[in-house]
């Protein structure tokens, strides 16, 4: 078992920036890939970004890549979203997960944190 508490999160106006942090409880969080995922109102939750259990590799969604930045640090236990040039569009409740390997599908995730809102005004 693995626990994950989300934070970070707020509202902001578009162009700016917000990081969000994730912070692991349990099982050694060097044995799980971590990703990011957000759900819009009305929508279905989508993959935004993933590292691998080192932190050597990395996976980002179209939408924003070039943008948002996934980091860890593993004596931590935490895993990192910097988000920059923010967007209306990025506006969802943001969430990490937890899985043996670092995928872009959600279905293969394990453990989930409770959710942190992100908001962009325009």
């Known amino acids: 078992q693995v626990q994950l508490v989300e934070s970070g999160g707020g509202l902001v106006q578009a162009g700016g920036s917000l990081r969000l942090s994730c912070t692991a409880s349990?099982?050694?969080?060097?044995?799980?890939?971590m990703g990011w995922f957000r759900q819009a109102p009305g929508k279905e939750r989508e993959f935004v970004a993933a590292?691998?259990?080192?932190?050597?590799?990395?996976y980002y969604a179209d939408s924003v890549k070039g943008r948002f930045t996934i980091s860890r640090d593993n004596p931590k236990n935490t895993v990192t979203l910097q988000m920059n040039s923010l967007k209306p569009e990025d506006t969802a409740v943001y969430y990490c997960?937890?899985?043996?390997?670092?995928?872009?599908?959600?279905?293969?995730?394990?453990?989930w944190g409770q959710g942190t809102q992100v908001t962009v005004s325009s």
């Open positions: 997960a937890a899985a043996p390997y670092y995928y872009r599908d959600l279905r293969k995730y394990d453990y």
């Open positions: 349990g099982r050694t969080f060097t044995s799980y890939g």
């Open positions: 590292i691998s259990r080192s932190g050597g590799s990395t």
